[in-house]
């Protein structure tokens, strides 16, 4: 398809586990975001990159949390030693960056349970 | 710093009632953006509209309109004669435009909107 995708679907961990959450973002877009959201809550911003660059990194949590993007196209988010805290849906985002503030497509998310 | 407050945390109407849904707004910057979104019950976030702060012009799209008002701080959505399948999580999303770092998005908590039939 030609949206954003995010695997896996679900993912169920245990606490103190490492976890890698996969967003693909719609081709040619060059800003990719991920957002976190706990249950009845709106999307917290984590981290935003243009490019292969993270070019603000302020949402992340703390230090356990890091995410990647080597080619400029697919995005990684990590988890090292997994909190039951963490539990959420991890959404990703991408959006065509044309130099004013364009709408941001989602994917499905990830809903990350620690167990 | 930025903040969306959606007041209504749930509202529950009969089909074809027009419904309403608020949002207030908070930030120091002179240009930003405005957002709703729309989270049906499968998850995924659906764009509905962007606003820029120097456009107040009220919208309209179908049975969907919005309201903006700087003087207020408000970007009000309401839907018209609303159906079953506009039964959805609806959020409000605010955007600083002309941060170096991009346009991260501030979210609301949501109103979640439920149509009976």
């Known amino acids: 398809g030609a949206g954003v995708s995010q695997t896996p679907s679900n993912k169920v961990t245990e606490k103190g586990k490492y976890v890698e959450l996969r967003c693909d973002p719609i081709s040619g877009h060059t800003a990719l975001y991920w957002y976190r959201q706990s249950l009845g809550q709106g999307p917290e911003f984590l981290i935003y990159f243009q490019g292969t660059g993270a070019a603000d990194d302020s949402g992340l949590p703390n230090d356990r949390f890091f995410a990647v993007r080597p080619e400029g196209s697919v995005s990684t988010l990590k988890i090292q030693r997994t909190e039951r805290g963490d539990s959420a849906v991890y959404l990703c985002?991408?959006?065509?960056?044309?130099?004013?503030?364009?709408?941001?497509?989602f994917g499905p998310g990830t809903r990350l349970t620690v167990l | 710093a930025q903040k969306v407050t959606q007041a209504q945390t749930e509202i529950s109407v009969v089909e074809k009632e027009d419904v309403t849904l608020d949002c207030v707004y908070e930030?120091?910057?002179?240009?930003?953006?405005l957002f709703w979104y729309k989270q049906p019950p499968s998850g995924e976030l659906v764009f509905l509209i962007r606003?820029?702060?120097?456009?107040?012009q009220n919208e309209i799209s179908g049975r969907y309109s919005w309201n903006f008002q700087k003087s207020t701080s408000s970007f009000n959505f309401t839907i018209t004669a609303s159906q079953v399948v506009d039964s959805a999580v609806y959020f409000c999303?605010?955007?600083?435009?002309?941060?170096?770092?991009?346009?991260?998005?501030?979210f609301g908590e949501g109103t979640q909107l439920t149509v009976n039939p």
């Open positions: 999303a605010l955007s600083e435009g002309r941060r170096a770092s991009g346009s991260r998005l501030t």
């Open positions: 930030t120091r910057d002179t240009t930003y953006y």
């Open positions: 606003r820029n702060s120097f456009d107040e």
């Open positions: 985002a991408s959006s065509l960056r044309r130099g004013g503030v364009s709408e941001q497509f």
